[in-house]
């Protein structure tokens, strides 16, 4: 049960993730700091405060669209990899502000949430369902609508969008907060059922980077692409449970070894791949 929820919760994040680095090009290497935020968000209202939890997810989705438009701006300024170092360096400034700020967070220790704000694995498995069924709506009404239509315009050729007069500021500005709003919450999500957060648990690289190649192996910018790539995450799990024990930070090489490969075979993802092979094949039939 909880390798399957953490496939779901991987293909949830992974297509929030699209919706601004499929669907608008925001290459974003930080986006483990709106999970976060959203993740501090419930935990800290919960425990701390007992705060109700709609009210704990409306502070997260706040923050978490604030810090979304502060990197959208910034993504006006600043393309490629060096947004994605941006993004990187916001998330780093979260983790060691939660490391630091043991008032608030216990810092390393973690914020342990009371049982009455938690669920069971049985009740989480509903809610990631739900969810994954949601974001898979979401993004498809978002890539079929003007927002993502003008999104894939400007990512594939900004010079001349701007040239038709299309503005790709507050274009970019909604696809990331709506990227990092539906962050945040699985954010929430997923604090509610661990039970305790941790900075290195949800300001982690690892979570930013794979939700980055759930969705590059199974196809930036499709709507399917990242139901089909989690299978990386399956991947990784039987791959530390049979060497991890032996091999510390196997799981990371093979990342690696698949990374290399996609980009020498499937450079646009599977997705795009079995596309291109039945249009071959539709051709050649009609032929």
């Known amino acids: 049960m909880g ?15 699209n919706i601004a680095g499929g669907f608008a090009g925001l290459f974003s290497l930080g986006h483990a700091a709106f999970f976060g935020l ?13 705060l109700d939890p709609i009210v704990c997810f409306a502070i997260g989705i706040s923050l978490a669209a604030g810090l979304g438009v502060i990197t959208a701006i910034i993504s006006t300024r600043l393309s490629g990899m060096f947004f ?4 990187l360096g916001l998330n780093e400034i979260l983790l060691n502000l939660a490391s630091q700020l043991t008032w608030l967070t216990n810092g390393s220790a973690g914020t342990y949430l009371r049982k009455q ?8 498995y509903y809610i990631f369902l739900v969810l994954c069924i949601l974001i898979f709506i979401l993004a498809a009404l978002v890539r079929h609508s ?14 001349f969008a701007r040239a038709l007069g299309v503005n790709p500021a507050p274009w970019k500005i909604a696809a990331v907060v709506i990227s990092a709003v539906m962050t945040a919450i699985g954010g929430g999500f997923f604090a509610m059922y661990q039970g305790i957060v941790s900075p290195t648990m949800v300001f982690t690289f690892a979570i930013s980077i794979k939700m980055l190649i759930v969705t590059m192996i199974g196809g930036m910018g499709t709507l399917w692409g990242p139901l089909v790539g989690s299978f990386l995450v ?14 510390g930070g196997v799981s990371l090489i093979a990342y690696g070894a698949i990374l290399v490969f996609a980009a020498l075979f499937l450079p646009k ?15 050649r039939h009609d032929r």
């Open 146 to 159: 003007k927002l993502g239509t003008i999104c894939v315009a400007v990512k594939e050729n900004e010079a």
């Open 84 to 87: 994605a170092m941006v993004t």
């Open 117 to 124: 704000f938690t669920v069971d694995a049985t009740t989480a």
């Open 269 to 283: 993802g599977i997705m795009e791949a079995v596309r291109k092979h039945f249009l071959e094949r539709g051709s």
């Open 3 to 17: 390798l399957i929820l953490q496939i779901m919760l991987f293909i949830y994040l992974a297509q929030a993730w």
């Open 38 to 50: 959203g993740a501090y968000a419930y935990a800290i209202g919960s425990a701390k405060y007992g």
């Open 234 to 247: 399956l991947f990784d799990e039987l791959v530390r449970a049979s060497l991890g024990a032996a091999f």
